[in-house]
């Protein structure tokens, strides 16, 4: 008899602890097909172990340093930040490196959850069970397979749509689906998830708001240029259906996204953390900083917990340690560059410019709010170092700046490749401060706060991006504000339009969206990636010896060179899988 196994973790009341048919007892680990496909606790396990399946971001890899507002120190990204993986070396893709932080991500992974997905379809075809509570978990597989789908449709195209669970006497060859296939075949999973969950209800798990906001994305990378290319940006390439719509209307798509993102809006039950009017500056900086470091808010739609409990190896997820300060003894993974924190405004909603006499003498002073809760730079001010540094720093700022000595030399501050624990130091110049708790020492604590993998400020951008491209630039522009005034930002000119208003946007949720995993696909799906995929800046401050003005220079850093080639608009299909199903066709360029 085939055998499902389901590790159950505190399921309450699932067996009696007193049980007088003591041998007629099963194993707890296993069951057979009719238990589990008759239990309805037994179905709710196997939906949680699917569930499991979802990617947490705070990884020791990040993708966002894939893009251009952060790089990692770690040299194996190189071939991927230069366009040199192929469809048989893929080094930081290979889950044996970057995607033990991405495996679940990976071609492999994500179509064993669908398989899954597909298995608990099957069998409750056939199942007896009903009632709401078995509706409910209907409607979170149809969320999950959604879910899994979305994350293969973003870095290959279309995909095979596989929609039964295939056994290995069946022929598993089936033909990449188009793009537009695969479009439709998630929003209808999504469409009969929204129509069988609760409105609301645990942030935790698939919601009718999260339905919606998950086909808001999906719709919203659908209308995106790079879907709407027709392939456009390579040559010779004959399938182009299979990495762009090849027909139809892009802006009939966009009022597709538009709508599905007013459905969030109009459901009523999200709002942005702290509000629109935060009252001071440094109440706007509170509330963004504090957005992140609770177990849910109205802004959360759905949020990822990892079990510390079960899984605490030292690749799990641990930002603290993971991303910050050397001087703190962590590990200083993800720098943001010096590109990224001149794209952080002006407090009076100017850009930032070296150029300007009064911004180059003190860069880091009247910046947007979200600049000061989003990053640790010279001088900042951060917790208390730890007993073997405390010394050296009573006060817990962030030193990624060099003293000139007496004889003229430099010496770095505690947080730079000369401070302590060196290997760890920044290239850049900076740390990343969001996400991270300060009241944890992260060299020996691991902070259990959720990833957010859905949120309102997602969905009002997707909105605000949508209105624009239909030209509907007053209602863009009022969503744009209320985000923008959330952050203590004024309001975007009444007389800002066209190019101007679509700079704005892209630079806002740019800010809005650091490091939540958007920008990697932001620049792909607007064609930006040409334009700033671009090697890396950094800042060095010198502090002269005696005192005075401090220097700012702006560098090149030299460990890490960056360079597109349009391939890199998707990822290879591995050449195992070719090999393994013939009818599969290679991206362009590969």
């Not at 079960?310 to 962590?330: A, K, S, V």
């Amino acid at each position: 008899m085939n055998k499902i196994k389901i590790y159950i973790v505190l399921i309450a009341g699932l067996l009696s602890s007193c049980n007088e048919d003591f041998l007629e007892t099963k194993p707890m680990d296993s069951y057979s097909d009719a238990a589990v496909w008759s239990d309805p606790a037994l179905v709710e396990a196997f939906v949680n172990s699917i569930n499991m399946g979802r990617q947490n971001g705070f990884q020791l890899e990040m993708m966002a340093s894939l893009s251009d507002i952060s790089m990692t120190k770690r040299g194996e990204v190189n071939p991927i930040l230069n366009s040199g993986i192929g469809d048989s070396y893929l080094s930081v893709l290979d889950p044996n490196h970057w995607l033990i932080s991405y495996r679940n991500v990976t071609w492999n992974r994500l179509y064993q959850n669908i398989r899954a997905c597909n298995v608990f379809f099957d069998n409750m075809s056939t199942s007896t069970l009903e009632g709401d509570e078995i509706d409910r978990l209907k409607g979170e597989v149809y969320f999950f397979r959604a879910y899994y789908y979305h994350w293969l449709l973003k870095f290959w195209g279309g995909v095979p749509l596989v929609d039964q669970a295939y056994e290995l006497s069946d022929d598993l060859k089936i033909s990449r689906s188009s793009l537009e296939e695969t479009v439709n075949f998630i929003v209808s999973d999504l469409d009969a998830a929204a129509n069988l969950l609760p409105v609301s209800g645990d942030k935790a798990r698939a919601t009718q708001g999260a339905a919606l906001a998950l086909k808001s994305r999906v719709l919203l990378f659908a209308a995106s240029d790079l879907c709407n290319s027709n392939a456009s940006w390579t040559s010779g390439f004959n399938n182009p259906e299979l990495v762009s719509y090849t027909d139809g209307n892009q802006m009939a798509r966009w009022q597709a996204a538009k709508d599905a993102a007013k459905a969030v809006m109009d459901l009523n039950l999200y709002s942005l953390y702290g509000g629109t009017n935060p009252g001071s500056l440094e109440q706007a900086k509170e509330n963004y900083i504090n957005l992140f470091l609770n177990y849910g808010s109205e802004e959360d739609i759905l949020l990822t917990f990892h079990d510390m409990l079960n899984d605490n190896d030292w690749q799990e997820p641990n930002p603290g340690l993971f991303y910050g300060p050397n001087g703190y003894h962590c590990w200083g993974n993800h720098t943001p560059t010096q590109q990224f924190i001149d794209s952080f405004e002006m407090v009076d909603g100017s850009m930032f410019d070296w150029s300007n006499p009064t911004h180059q003498v003190a860069p880091y002073d009247n910046r947007d709010p979200r600049f000061y809760a989003n990053i640790l730079y010279d001088g900042s001010q951060w917790r208390q170092r730890p007993a073997n540094v405390i010394s050296a720093d009573p006060e817990g700022i962030i030193q990624t700046g060099y003293y000139e000595n007496e004889d003229g030399s430099f010496r770095g501050g505690l947080d730079t490749r000369q401070g302590i624990d060196d290997w760890n130091g920044t290239y850049t110049g900076y740390y990343i401060r969001k996400f991270v708790d300060p009241a944890i020492d992260h060299q020996f604590e691991k902070q259990d706060l959720p990833w957010r993998e859905l949120r309102y400020a997602e969905v009002l951008l997707n909105y605000i991006e949508a209105s624009f491209e239909l030209g509907e630039e007053g209602e863009a522009r009022t969503y744009l504000n209320m985000i923008r005034n959330r952050a203590g930002m004024p309001d975007v000119p009444d007389t800002e339009s066209g190019d101007d208003l679509e700079s704005r946007y892209r630079n806002e949720r740019k800010i809005e969206l650091a490091y939540e995993q958007h920008r990697y696909f932001d620049i792909r799906r607007w064609m930006i990636a040409p334009d700033v995929i671009e090697n890396v800046q950094g800042i060095r401050i010198e502090y002269p010896y005696g005192g005075g003005d401090l220097s700012y220079q702006v560098f090149e850093v030299q460990n890490q060179t960056r360079n597109w080639e349009n391939k890199s608009y998707f990822l290879p299909i591995l050449l195992d899988e070719i090999n393994r199903n013939n009818l599969l066709i290679q991206n362009p360029d590969y």
